[in-house]
């Protein structure tokens, strides 16, 4: 798998969570999982327990949110 088409699923998939105005906190590579049985791979986001829903054009201030109470599994963008 090459580093361009990681990168370019794995800002696919942020975006969406972006666009439902989530930010996800927690990134790192324990919390992308790999689908296998596509070609390319897909991958999908885990744990969302520190995530926040913000609203566009207010201030953030992280050390006063709560984390976002759903568990989400946001998967790839579709391409076609």
Do not use: C
């Not at 990681?6 to 439902?20: A, D, G, P, Q, T």
């Not at 986001?45 to 201030?59: E, R």
């Amino acid at each position: 798998m090459e580093a361009k088409h990681f990168l370019h699923e794995l800002l696919s998939i942020l975006k969406r969570v972006h666009n439902h105005n989530i930010i996800h906190r927690d990134l790192k590579p324990k919390n992308i999982m790999i689908r296998r049985g596509s070609d390319p791979p897909s991958f999908v986001l885990l744990d969302f327990g520190l995530a926040i829903q913000f609203t566009p054009d207010v201030s953030f201030h992280p050390t006063t949110q709560e984390g976002f109470p759903i568990a989400l599994l946001i998967t790839q963008v579709d391409q076609s």
